[in-house]
């Protein structure tokens, strides 16, 4: 099993920035591909950013792209969504997630383990 605990969202407004946190513990491996998705009120939940094992591969969804960047410290089992220039319409839930594997997946029915969620809310 993994455990998943989120941290460090708020409210913050356009324009700045805020680093998300997601705590690894049980089975926490480097192999574990961790990502992130968010879900905003009555939108399904997507994609925003994914990352192997090593940290050396990094996969973004393209309205993020330029403006969050993913990063693992695998000592620390912590991994981390540092989000610049928000806007408005990155107002959501965001949850970590991982899953064992070689490849970061877009579909979050792959992923077994998810944290509770941290919410992230910009204001214009």
């Known amino acids: 099993q993994v455990q998943l605990v989120e941290a460090g969202g708020g409210l913050v407004q356009a324009g700045d920035s805020l680093r998300i946190s997601c705590a690894v513990s049980?089975?926490?491996?480097?192999?574990?591909?961790m990502a992130w998705f968010r879900q905003a009120p009555g939108k399904e939940r997507a994609f925003v950013a994914g990352?192997?094992?090593?940290?050396?591969?990094?996969v973004y969804a393209d309205s993020v792209k330029g403006r969050f960047t993913i990063s693992r410290d695998n000592a620390k089992n912590t991994v981390y969504l540092q989000m610049n220039s928000l806007k408005p319409e990155d107002t959501a839930v965001y949850y970590c997630?991982?899953?064992?594997?070689?490849?970061?997946?877009?579909?979050?029915?792959?992923?077994?383990?998810w944290g509770q969620g941290t919410q992230v809310t910009v204001s214009s």
């Open positions: 997630a991982a899953r064992i594997g070689a490849t970061v997946e877009y579909e979050g029915s792959l992923y077994p383990y």
């Open positions: 049980g089975r926490t491996s480097s192999n574990n591909i």
């Open positions: 990352i192997n094992g090593s940290g050396a591969s990094t």
